[in-house]
């Protein structure tokens, strides 16, 4: 294996094949499985504290980091936006604990476990997740959703175009977009130029960090933590030219699962299901055909291809509830695990030298 690669811009973004995950935003639970699993592994080292190279928030809400979609970078006409970077507290402080006293001074009966910002000893007043499920609409309408994400291995990744020191890189043989460790220089201006902002500053090692799709382990055929690891069988993994892959069928057979924020044209090779939404109540409280989540809101995030996408979804979904089969239904149900990962179904507990926390 050979990870240090150089040459121009257009080389360094060069890949002859793409691996892709596909979520489906309707089975999404929200219960961070995908965080953790990811977190234990490879941002427990110093200096990747305040990292989730995956991370799952609540839509409507802030996001991760907060606010990341007002941020600024990507691309418009082709041609770089600016951006901001995103400062500690934006993506959630490493709190301190006070378990000693609750745990260990006997005062648990009546000391509650109450976080402290790592910095300066303060109450937070934010952190990663922040607004969990406090959704948006009105009453009897009200929703939410999980938005799960991670770095979407673009196909035109705007940090790779914003390193002066050519340190990022797409992977030839499967489109993973990583940083070269030993040739970044810290100037974070792939952080300013995501506009995911799903690259994040290293303050001990001062380098840029990102999620690297778990490398080590695709290269034993085992699929990455957050897609393995996932327990409502949300994600789908896999090679997008391989036709025989539920990632093939859902983003180009079906036309189902779009990329997030198309408009920042990074071309991202994260796609998503989207969500179809409770039934919504009219004025009289009777029940409705309609969703309660605005097709405007999900436009904002997937681009009016939405429309058509939750129409296909609909009309699928009728169909099985006829009794007829579809074969969209049961790509999204999976009743086989293993289907949804695109042959990469390797056990990680039985692969020598894999990771086997996860
Ligand atoms: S999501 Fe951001 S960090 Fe990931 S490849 Fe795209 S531009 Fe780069
Ligand atoms: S592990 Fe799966 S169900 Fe749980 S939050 Fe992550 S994507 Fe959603």
Redesign the pocket.
């Known amino acids: 294996m050979t990870y240090t690669v150089g040459g121009s811009k257009s080389e360094l973004r060069h890949a002859k094949r793409q691996l892709v995950t596909v979520?489906d935003l309707n089975?999404?639970?929200?219960?961070?499985?995908?965080?953790v699993a990811c977190k234990n592994i490879w941002t427990k080292r110093p200096g990747t504290e305040h990292m989730r190279w995956a991370n799952?928030t609540t839509y409507p809400g802030a996001g991760y980091p907060r606010n990341y979609e007002q941020k600024g970078g990507g691309f418009k006409d082709g041609k770089p936006q600016r951006g901001v970077i995103p400062i500690y507290s934006e993506t959630g402080d490493n709190f301190q604990f006070n378990q000693k006293e609750v745990m260990f001074e006997g005062h648990g009966q009546r000391v509650h476990m109450q976080p402290k910002r790592h910095l300066d000893g303060q109450d937070p007043d934010w952190g990663y997740n922040w607004d969990e499920d406090q959704g948006g609409g009105e009453w009897p309408n009200a929703f939410f959703f999980?938005l799960?994400r991670m770095c979407n291995h673009c196909t035109n990744p705007a940090c790779l175009a914003a390193c002066p020191t050519q340190a990022i890189y797409k992977r030839e043989q499967d489109g993973i977009v990583l940083v070269d460790q030993t040739k970044c220089k810290g100037h974070r201006h792939c952080v300013e130029a995501c506009p995911y902002k799903a690259i994040y500053f290293n303050p001990v090692s001062q380098t840029s960090e990102k999620c690297i799709m778990c490398f080590p382990r695709i290269e034993q055929g085992i699929a990455p933590a957050?897609s393995r690891?996932?327990?409502?069988r949300?994600?789908c993994f896999g090679y997008i030219d391989d036709e025989t892959t539920f990632v093939h069928k859902l983003v180009h057979k079906w036309k189902v699962a779009l990329p997030l924020h198309p408009e920042y044209g990074t071309e991202p090779n994260v796609f998503y299901v989207p969500p179809m939404g409770s039934r919504a109540f009219d004025g009289e409280g009777e029940i409705t055909d309609k969703s309660r989540i605005p097709n405007e809101k999900l436009m904002e995030l997937f681009g009016p291809r939405v429309i058509d996408a939750l129409a296909v979804l609909r009309d699928e979904r009728e169909k099985q509830h006829r009794g007829e089969k579809s074969e969209l239904m049961d790509i999204l149900i999976s009743n086989n695990w293993k289907d949804r990962f695109g042959g990469f179904d390797k056990d990680p507990l039985t692969q020598a030298g894999a990771n086997k926390e996860s």
């Open positions: 979520l089975k999404c639970i929200g219960c961070q499985t995908c965080t799952v999980y799960a957050c690891q996932c327990p409502g949300v994600r």
